[in-house]
């Protein structure tokens, strides 16, 4: 690979280094810049003088976010490789992901602003009407790294605010081959990018110049970000952690719903944010459930994501196989039964075994807590209006969802269920 640089101001900027791990062998395969303050500084400054220009004209805007779009997709196969290496997602969904990215980016560049009239009457007229703020400092995370980029900048970008952006260290490649890209789409200093360790991400939240930051990850780190930003009263959007429930219904079809439960649990080896993290069924369902979930665990392709045929990549980083695996061996330890996988693959890199895990119940780790990864628990229960209760008490929210043969009925219980 060539010498990794950062972009600010529209300038390739290098660094010291820290090595990038490739997933799927457990071996540092790449180099990133890791930035210092001075560059962090810099990206700032470039940020806050473009601003100045790119913030007045819309048209420019719009305009360049199409280019972008167009960029992006004419590098397909590029990106979708580099997400693949230090992500570990199977190459065609690492594809899929590049594809959502420029979707996103056609979409901000025709989405409408709206001013909100909220009086016009005899008595006066009132109209709000949104302006953009300044810098917006971004922190994105490891397990989509490229589509969960452009939702932060792309619509900062539209609005007229310009990004300082931060990837995550475990996948900084794609999204700087991203900056690459556009440097000579968008104006200098009006999308940065710089990658590094900690305390990089700190050193974003507490710097002067931003008004605003946009961070995805925990809910330990969540509650950090928001603490710093709070200093200066910094404006601050956080997407955190969830422990997103499944609720089948005592009318629901095991054999029908299976697919889609799985797929809704382990797209992306269970490291999505909005993925099934936990299974509760009634208890005549159970085991049908558990066998169709199960069957499907054990023919699942489990393997590096640039080989051909391959359904689940590894789990991306080493800290999250570990407490994948923490957690599964928690359960097994305390009376839980493996009805598929439940064990680390031997073989290099941060493979897992797709693992069903039944005999669990409320109170084991791995229901109460977000795993993060290619292991579900199934759960029973007997009554509807207190497995209600059950998963709504928790400190979790994000998504629900519930499985009936009654779209009326599932929705009816779906609205009982806390998602934030």
Request: proline residues 6%.
């Amino acid at each position: 690979m060539t010498e990794p640089t950062m972009i600010s101001n529209g300038v390739a900027t290098t660094a010291a280094t820290f090595d990038v791990i490739d997933p799927a062998t457990g071996e540092v395969f790449a180099q990133a810049p890791d930035a210092d303050r001075r560059h962090l500084d810099a990206a700032m400054e470039a940020a806050a003088e473009a601003y100045r220009h790119w913030r007045l004209d819309e048209s420019e805007r719009r305009r360049s976010l199409l280019v972008a779009a167009e960029t992006i997709e004419a590098e397909t196969d590029r990106l979708a490789r580099l997400i693949t290496l230090e992500q570990g997602r199977p190459l065609r969904d690492a594809r899929a992901e590049v594809g959502w990215a420029v979707g996103w980016l056609r979409y901000y560049a025709g989405l409408e602003l709206r001013r909100e009239i909220v009086q016009d009457d005899e008595s006066g007229f009132a109209e709000v009407v949104r302006r953009p703020g300044g810098v917006v400092a971004a922190i994105a995370p490891w397990n989509l790294p490229l589509i969960l980029a452009v939702w932060k900048f792309a619509p900062a970008l539209l609005a007229g605010n310009t990004v300082v952006l931060k990837p995550s260290p475990f996948t900084p490649l794609a999204t700087l081959a991203l900056g690459e890209l556009l440097r000579d789409v968008f104006p200098p200093g009006v999308l940065n990018i710089v990658t590094g360790r900690d305390p990089l991400g700190a050193w974003m939240t507490e710097h002067p110049t931003p008004w605003k930051i946009s961070f995805t990850g925990s809910v330990a780190t969540g509650k950090k970000v928001a603490a710093a930003a709070a200093r200066d009263l910094k404006h601050v959007t956080l997407e955190l952690g969830g422990n997103d429930p499944a609720l089948v219904l005592d009318d629901a079809d095991p054999g029908r719903i299976a697919a889609d439960l799985f797929t809704g649990a382990f797209m992306n080896s269970g490291q999505n944010c909005m993925v099934i993290k936990r299974v509760y069924v009634p208890e005549r369902q159970h085991a049908a459930l558990v066998e169709a979930l199960a069957e499907r665990a054990n023919a699942a392709r489990v393997g590096s994501g640039l080989d051909d045929d391959v359904d689940l990549g590894p789990i991306s980083t080493r800290p999250q196989f570990d407490r994948v695996s923490e957690l599964v061996a928690d359960a097994l330890a305390h009376g839980a039964v493996a009805a598929a996988g439940g064990r680390a693959l031997d073989r290099p890199g941060y493979f897992f075994a797709p693992t069903i895990l039944t005999g669990v119940s409320d109170g084991t780790r791995i229901v109460d807590e977000e795993q993060f990864g290619p292991a579900l628990p199934v759960i029973t229960y007997r009554d509807l209006d207190e497995v209600v209760k059950r998963v709504n008490d928790g400190p979790y929210g994000l998504t629900a969802s519930v499985w009936s043969g009654d779209p009326a009925r599932a929705a009816a219980v779906a609205a009982t269920a806390r998602t934030a």
